[in-house]
């Protein structure tokens, strides 16, 4: 019996992600991050297992997904040199010509209820920055977002107009990486 309650206390990290990531057909690519960030957590916890750094593999697509996620672009649970690399990556990517970059005009309409969301301590802290004197990535990492402002969905923040102009090669970056299936 006491291999069973192992079994089941090792199963229930795995459960609680398999779970969210089935939730929608929404866009998914940006969870990975929380979500290993997550199991690595809870793995190391207790006598579960002690290397679980290494049972996970972190495409560039992940990190960047999860930085292109208003909530997760600090990249909690990423190394530095992958979070070095994504911003490397967001800044090679911004359109210097802004008038190339496509504005999508949609009415954006907040969601009617507010969903709880999955990993909200993963979440990143809501902190204010100087924003002087930078370029696009570098606003839109030093973005704080209101008390009440959590997306379920990151679509949902960049079919925002205000956003699009704000950051329109991120936008484009978006547009690119939640159209992954």
Known sequence: ???????????????????EL???NEPSLFLVLPCITYLRNELASGERIEKSENM???EEEYIMAAFLHPNYKQLRGASSSQVVECYATSHQSIVHDQS???????????????AKIFMSTLMDKQRQQNGNGQD???RYISLTLGEDEQYSNPLYFWKKKDNQLAFPSLFQLAKRYFSIP
């Open 100 to 114: 190339s970059a496509e504005i999508i005009l949609d009415n954006y309409e907040p969601q009617a209820k507010k």
């Open 22 to 24: 089935q939730k929608t």
């Open 1 to 19: 019996m006491d291999l069973v309650n192992k079994l089941i206390d090792f199963f229930y990290p795995w459960k609680v992600v398999l779970t």
């Open 136 to 138: 696009e990535v570098d």
């Open 56 to 58: 996970f593999i972190m």
